[in-house]
Structure formats: structure tokens, C-alpha cells
């Protein structure tokens, strides 16, 4: 399993979109390519599964050219970019068979599909299923045609909390048997989930590391979260009764910051213990992805191990 870009540009008129980004990805794992909104994230994976056509350079899917033999290359890629949607007029089960199909895979094990990714009624109509919903059944669909390599972009972008929470675990699960290059502007996201990382900024990778000395970095102790309606202080007073944050601070009777360790299982704890209240949104409090830019770019670690 290999993805490389050599020299990738892209430009679009006068405005250059990618500016000769080079990586290589090899084997098993999740790889993050970690960037603020325009960064040039979405424009590398439209090249991977030729939605574009790079200015110049070269996208190999293990070691095959994607412009030159598309259909060899994408045989082993599956792929989620921007928003697509399952076709609105089949069902649940009718859209995952039709996916694998096309691919000549023959008829996959939706039952199985169904339980490992929390599906709604097979029968229902797509048209009727939240954004969460269809993006499950779209993962689902990708799972179908059984790839190695999953190009997924910005996955976890619009859901609510819980299901954020589910992409995650899932692309915890997938990472062991293929390779997924996954984009996103969450840091929490990235760390939570990738092996090693590159930060792409105005289309030009500026820094890459492995996730645990990005961790020791820029992970925040504290995170802000907002709910849907007022919560009881006693609710939030709880967590730092059983040890799990140092502290908390309110904001306001629907927004929160809770202090702790910084570690990803008591940001976890946090976040169980949370979700039944009604989680709106919840983010870093402190070093977001622009400050750690910030930093990285400061600090003269460009084109270097962050």
C-alpha cells in the first residue's frame, strides 16, 4: 500500500492551489494531512482520484500514475471527498449492493456492514437519513468494494458530537488492516487518530511529525464545551468530585471549559460522561490548529519533523 506525491502542483489561473508537494505514504496505519480551510487538503485528494487533473507532478497509487491509468490505480481506493451522498432514490441496502457491484465485488455482507457501522433500517430511503446517516452508509458503501486504501477527506466535518465521536472508532478500526489518508482542520481529530502527520499550509507542506511528539506539543489540557440547553453546574462538578478533571470554569449556563490531564482517555471520560447532557459543540481551549501553525512555522521547522 503506497500512496506518493512527487512535485504535485496545481494552479488554477493565477492562483496556485499546490505549490510542488511532495510524500509517501507506505503500509498499514492512518495518515493525517492536517490543515486550516484553503490550506490545499481537498485539491491533493481530488488529484488521488482524478476529480482534478494536476498543473504538474505526479499522484502514484502504488506505484501506478493516476492520470496516465486511472482504472488501475483506483481499483484499490476508496474514497470520501467533500459531501457526497448516497443516491436518494435507493434504500440503504439497495445503495451499499450497487456500490460493490460496480466494482465487481458481488454481493457484500450488508448485515455484517449494518453492525459495525451503527446503520439505520436497511429499507429506509436515503433520502430520508440525517448527514451522519449518509455519511455511514456512504463508509459503508466504500467498505463494500473492500479497498486498501482509504482517501477520506474531512470525514468527521458537520456531524454533532456523538457522531464525531463514531468516525473516530472507526477509522481506529480500519487503520489496522488498510491505509487511510484522511484530512482534516481538528487537531484533537488528527491526534486522536493518525500514526504520522503532515501540515499543509497555502499549498505547501511546511512541517510533518509523528503523532506522539505532536501530542507532547500542541495538545490542549482544556477543552470548551457548549450544550444544547442550560446544564447544571452540580452536572460539571461531578467530574472534578471523581477525578477526572482538575477543574472548570463556567462560562455561561450552556458553555463549560474543563481542565484535565491532556491525556486522549480522560478526554474521552469527559466526553462519555457529557454526551447524555446534549453536547452541542466541543473544541480545543487553547493551541487550535492556527496557533500551532503559528508555532510551527515560527519556529523555522519547515519541511522538517515538527
Known amino acids: 500500500m503506497k500512496l506518493v506525491a512527487e512535485k504535485l502542483t496545481k494552479r488554477f489561473n493565477s492562483f496556485t492551489a499546490l505549490d510542488n508537494v511532495n510524500f509517501k505514504l507506505e503500509g498499514k496505519g492512518c495518515?493525517?494531512?492536517?490543515?486550516?480551510?484553503?490550506?490545499?487538503?481537498?485539491?491533493?485528494?481530488?488529484?488521488?482520484?482524478?476529480?482534478?487533473?494536476?498543473?504538474?507532478?505526479?499522484?502514484?497509487?502504488?506505484?501506478?500514475?493516476?492520470?496516465?491509468?486511472?482504472?488501475?490505480?483506483?481499483?484499490?481506493?476508496?474514497?470520501?471527498?467533500?459531501?457526497?451522498?448516497?443516491?436518494?432514490?435507493?434504500?440503504?441496502?439497495?445503495?451499499?449492493?450497487?456500490?460493490?457491484?460496480?466494482?465487481?465485488?458481488?454481493?457484500?455482507?450488508?448485515?455484517?456492514?449494518?453492525?459495525?457501522?451503527?446503520?439505520?433500517?436497511?429499507?429506509?430511503?436515503?433520502?430520508?437519513?440525517?448527514?451522519?446517516?449518509?455519511?455511514?452508509?456512504?463508509?459503508?458503501?466504500?467498505?463494500a468494494q473492500d479497498p486498501e486504501i482509504m482517501i477520506l477527506d474531512e470525514p468527521s466535518a458537520g456531524l454533532d458530537p456523538a457522531e464525531s465521536v463514531i468516525f473516530r472508532n472507526l477509522i481506529l478500526q480500519f487503520k489496522k488492516e488498510r491505509m487511510i489518508f484522511l484530512s482534516s482542520h481538528l487537531l484533537y481529530e488528527v491526534n486522536h487518530v493518525c500514526d504520522y502527520v503532515y501540515f499543509i499550509n497555502k499549498g505547501r507542506i511546511v512541517a510533518q511529525s509523528d503523532v506522539e511528539s505532536l501530542s507532547k506539543k500542541f495538545v490542549s489540557n482544556a477543552i470548551r464545551v457548549e450544550f444544547n440547553s442550560s446544564v447544571e453546574e452540580k452536572a460539571i462538578k461531578q467530574l472534578t468530585e471523581e477525578g477526572i478533571a482538575n477543574r472548570?470554569?463556567?462560562?455561561?449556563?450552556?458553555?463549560?471549559?474543563?481542565?484535565?490531564?491532556?491525556?486522549?482517555?480522560t478526554r474521552s471520560k469527559i466526553l462519555e460522561k457529557l454526551l447524555p447532557l446534549g453536547v452541542r459543540t466541543v473544541s480545543d481551549s487553547s493551541l487550535a490548529l492556527e496557533k500551532a501553525y503559528l508555532e510551527l512555522i515560527s519556529g523555522k521547522e519547515e519541511k522538517g519533523d515538527a
Open 248 to 265: 472548570y470554569e463556567k462560562e455561561s449556563d450552556t458553555v463549560y471549559l474543563i481542565v484535565f490531564d491532556g491525556k486522549n482517555e
Open 31 to 143: 495518515f493525517g494531512y492536517l490543515g486550516p480551510n484553503g490550506a490545499g487538503k481537498t485539491t491533493t485528494m481530488k488529484i488521488f482520484t482524478t476529480l482534478l487533473r494536476p498543473t504538474s507532478g505526479q499522484a502514484l497509487v502504488n506505484d501506478v500514475d493516476v492520470i496516465r491509468n486511472p482504472v488501475e490505480a483506483l481499483k484499490y481506493v476508496g474514497a470520501l471527498i467533500e459531501d457526497p451522498e448516497p443516491y436518494s432514490f435507493m434504500s440503504v441496502e439497495e445503495f451499499i449492493d450497487y456500490a460493490a457491484k460496480i466494482r465487481g465485488k458481488g454481493t457484500p455482507d450488508i448485515q455484517a456492514l449494518k453492525e459495525k457501522l451503527d446503520l439505520p433500517d436497511l429499507k429506509r430511503r436515503c433520502s430520508k437519513l440525517s448527514k451522519g446517516q449518509k455519511r455511514r452508509v456512504f463508509l459503508a458503501a466504500i467498505l
